[in-house]
C-alpha cells in the first residue's frame, strides 16, 4: 500500500458527460501528479499541483481541468468525454523537497474510466 | 526532450531463470532521475528503485539488481532466479526535465511472463 487513496476505483459513463476523479496522497507530502494510462499513449503526464498550485503541465486536454484542495487531496475533472477518454487515470504524490529533487513519486492504485 | 526506450515488448522465461531488463534513455540534461516501477496483473504501479544522474553505483536487493551506466545511457534491471509473481509490466521513467519540474517520462514497458 502506497498511501495514496483514489476513489473511485472504477467508473463507466456516457461519452458528453463530466466526471471528478479524487486523490489523497501520502501523509506529508505537498504535490500531487496526474498521469493517464491508455493503449496506445502508454503512461503520460498531465499536472502536477503543489501545495495548492498548479506546477507544471503536460499533455493535458482543454476539457481536463484539475486543482487541490488546502487540505491537499486533489480532484481531475474530465469533461465532455469521448471514447477516446477511456483509460486508466493514476494520482502519485511526492515530498518535493525541492525544485528538480526528484523525489520517489508514490502512486495510488488508479481509476479506470470507461466511456461509452 | 526526454526519452525513455524500453525495447522489450514482451519476455517469457521459466521460473527460476534469470532475466534482464533493458533501458536506455536521452536527456540534455546533466542532473536527472532514474526510477524503476512494477505493474502487476492488478494494476497499481509500485515503486522500484530511484537513482540519480551521479551515482553509478549498481544496486541489489534481494533478487532485484540494477546496472546503471551513463556512457551508455543506459539503467538496465535484472531478476535473478525468476519466480511466477515477479509476472507484471515494468517500467523504467526519468524525470529531470528543466522544462516540467519533476514529472515522470515513461518507457513503453516490458511485459514479463514466468512459468513453472
Known amino acids: 500500500d502506497s498511501g495514496v487513496t483514489q476513489t473511485p476505483k472504477h467508473l463507466i459513463t456516457a461519452t458528453g458527460q463530466r466526471v471528478t476523479l479524487r486523490c489523497s496522497p501520502r501523509s506529508g507530502d505537498l504535490s500531487v501528479y496526474w498521469y493517464q494510462q491508455s493503449l496506445d499513449q502508454g503512461l503520460q503526464f498531465l499536472i502536477q499541483y503543489y501545495n495548492g498550485e498548479e506546477r507544471a503541465k503536460g499533455n493535458i486536454l482543454e476539457r481536463f481541468s484539475a486543482q487541490q484542495f488546502p487540505d491537499l487531496h486533489s480532484e481531475l475533472n474530465l469533461s465532455s468525454l469521448e471514447l477516446g477518454d477511456s483509460a486508466l487515470y493514476f494520482c502519485?504524490?511526492?515530498?518535493?523537497?525541492?525544485?528538480?529533487?526528484?523525489?520517489?513519486?508514490?502512486f495510488g492504485p488508479g481509476t479506470r474510466l470507461t466511456v461509452l | 526532450a526526454q526519452k525513455v526506450t524500453q525495447a522489450q515488448t514482451e519476455i517469457s522465461v521459466v521460473e527460476k531463470e534469470d532475466v534482464t531488463l533493458d533501458c536506455v534513455y536521452e536527456?540534455?540534461?546533466?542532473?536527472?532521475?532514474l526510477f524503476w516501477y512494477k505493474q502487476p496483473p492488478s494494476g497499481e504501479l509500485v515503486f522500484l528503485i530511484r537513482r540519480n544522474s551521479f551515482d553509478e553505483q549498481n544496486e541489489i536487493s534481494g533478487r532485484y539488481s540494477w546496472n546503471f551506466q551513463k556512457s551508455t545511457s543506459s539503467f538496465n534491471f535484472t531478476i535473478t532466479a525468476s519466480q511466477v509473481v515477479d509476472s507484471a509490466v515494468y517500467f523504467c521513467?526519468?524525470?529531470?526535465?528543466?522544462?516540467?519540474?519533476?514529472?515522470?517520462?515513461f518507457g513503453t514497458g516490458t511485459r514479463l511472463q514466468v512459468t513453472l
Open positions: 521513467a526519468l524525470s529531470g526535465d528543466p522544462g516540467t519540474a519533476s514529472k515522470l517520462t
Open positions: 536527456t540534455r540534461d546533466t542532473t536527472y532521475y
Open positions: 502519485a504524490s511526492s515530498v518535493e523537497s525541492g525544485p528538480r529533487s526528484g523525489d520517489t513519486q508514490y
